[in-house]
């Protein structure tokens, strides 16, 4: 199957810091990338969709100016956590589609590992 | 409105145990895949299987079999003669396209499998 790559994956920051992830789908071109967040041993919420060249849809509650999200090209999205604060340390998961039906599977990067101390 | 629920929280067994893993799920869409994802300490998901909504002919893999109903809304997963590598949380999760892709994930079920 396609490859979905994320870097970091685990990152240490301190509190007021950002972070920046990077999620590269290797093998295709990912139209929509989403990003999804893990807290310990809870499911994966959605926080957000993009497609490449427009600005991301966020999911209810989550904070845009805080979680900002970049999809410049097909193959990169970017995840950066701005002002990053102990309450923001969980596991950020990121995924790709190429194309738009309904049929179009959807694959997840290994996840990166944050925490803000 | 989306969900899907995984009513067992955890699942303890012991080796050469059969176990079966619920999945009950809502969606007014007729057209959605149902799909089940291991997830192991590493915290990488594995997927292991997508189904449509029009198919539900049931799957055998190996050790590993489910069971779509569509008249309970259901797609569970079966671990037959589980071995201690198979210890993981384990998701079922919902994909629609309706306004939008979307892919709506259970609560997960952590299972353990002693020796």
């Known amino acids: 199957g396609a490859v979905v790559s994320q870097h970091p994956s685990w990152v240490i920051c301190k509190s007021g810091t950002s972070v920046k992830i990077e999620c590269r789908s290797l093998d295709f071109q990912a139209t929509t990338m989403f990003w999804y967040r893990q807290f310990p041993k809870q499911s994966l919420m959605l926080m957000a969709t993009?497609?490449?060249?427009?600005?991301?849809?966020?999911e209810q509650g989550v904070e845009k100016d805080k979680f900002l999200i970049n999809h410049a090209s097909l193959t990169l999205s970017t995840l950066t956590v701005t002002s990053a604060h102990p309450e923001d340390s969980s596991f950020y998961i990121c995924?790709?589609?190429?194309?738009?039906?309904?049929?179009?599977?959807?694959?997840f990067g290994p996840g990166t590992r944050l925490t803000v101390l | 409105a989306q969900k899907v629920t995984q009513a067992q929280t955890e699942i303890s067994v012991v080796e050469k145990e059969d176990v079966t893993l619920d999945c009950v799920y809502e969606?007014?869409?007729?057209?959605?895949?149902l799909f089940w994802y291991k997830q192991p300490p590493s915290g990488e998901l594995v997927f292991l299987i997508r189904r449509n909504s029009f198919d539900e002919q049931n799957e055998i893999s190996g050790r590993y079999s489910w069971n779509f109903q569509k008249s309970t809304s259901s797609f569970n997963f079966t671990i037959t003669a589980s071995q201690v590598v198979d210890s993981a949380v384990y998701f079922c999760a919902l994909s629609v396209n309706t306004g939008g892709f979307k892919t709506i994930f259970g609560a997960g079920t952590r299972l353990f499998v002693k020796a």
């Open positions: 969606t007014r869409d007729t057209t959605y895949y």
């Open positions: 995924s790709a589609r190429e194309g738009s039906g309904s049929y179009n599977e959807q694959f």
């Open positions: 993009s497609n490449e060249g427009s600005k991301a849809t966020y």
